[in-house]
């Protein structure tokens, strides 16, 4: 069974940063594209950032909204994807979901979500 | 950016019903379109990839049909579970992007 488990969530002060963590299973890690896609509270779906898998040489796509202050990366050993953002400003309050996509690289949706994890930034 | 415009925002449905929702895409994003049902505190799950393409576990009632710039889900039959907001996503172009959603509510 397919599961993403995100962890790392919480209240941060505008300005600084957080690292969100995603622990996958049930498949292999490294065969997959992994991705961000956040929800404001009573908001639609905003996709945040993309990274395809090292066979695809795990090069990586952000949303103008977060370029620049986020940073996706994986760890293929361990099974986790990370989410690096920084300089975070109280319109990144959102919660987070991490999710698989069908294949290495891009041209395929986002077939699992995690239950995702809450980031309120406010001072 | 490729904006996807979903129509209409509520669809108020009763039970056994059918119900068509709409998703148009500001340019071409051939067949690279999803639909997502997302209900009340949980995460959305992908109903339908590549157009028509059920996901895993997804019931027949589920289909979606178009290419290009317009697409349609149709639930065939409605029951009490699909009372919930679809989003359709393209990942033909990056950025990603998704509609704003159709709320599917009981009639």
């Known amino acids: 069974e397919v599961q993403l488990v995100e962890s790392g969530g919480g209240l941060v002060q505008p300005g600084r940063s957080l690292r969100l963590s995603c622990t996958a299973s049930g498949f292999t890690f490294g065969n997959y594209a992994m991705s961000w896609v956040r929800q404001a509270p009573g908001k639609g779906l905003e996709w945040v950032d993309f990274?395809?898998?090292?066979?695809?040489?795990?090069?990586?796509e952000y949303a103008a909204s977060v370029k620049g202050r986020f940073t996706i990366s994986r760890d293929d050993s361990k099974s986790i994807a990370y989410l690096q953002m920084n300089s975070l400003k109280t319109e990144d309050t959102a919660v987070y979901y991490c999710?698989?996509?069908?294949?290495?690289?891009?041209?395929?949706?986002?077939?699992?979500w995690g239950q995702g994890t809450l980031v309120t930034v406010s001072s | 950016e490729v904006v996807m415009t979903q129509s209409p925002a509520t669809l108020s449905v009763s039970p056994g019903e059918r119900a068509t929702l709409s998703c148009r895409a500001s340019?071409?994003?051939?067949?690279?379109l999803a639909w997502y049902q997302q209900k009340p505190g949980q995460a959305p799950r992908l109903l339908i990839y590549?157009?028509?393409t059920r996901a895993t576990g997804i019931p027949a009632r589920f289909s979606g049909s178009g290419s290009g710039t317009e697409f349609t889900l149709t639930i065939s039959s409605l029951q009490s579970e699909d009372f919930a907001v679809y989003y359709c996503q393209q990942y033909s172009n990056w950025p990603r992007t998704f509609g704003q959603g159709t709320k599917v509510e009981i009639k």
């Open positions: 590549g157009e028509s």
């Open positions: 999710t698989r996509v069908g294949g290495g690289g891009s041209g395929w949706p986002d077939d699992y």
């Open positions: 340019q071409s994003v051939s067949s690279n």
């Open positions: 990274i395809r898998s090292t066979a695809y040489g795990g090069t990586t």
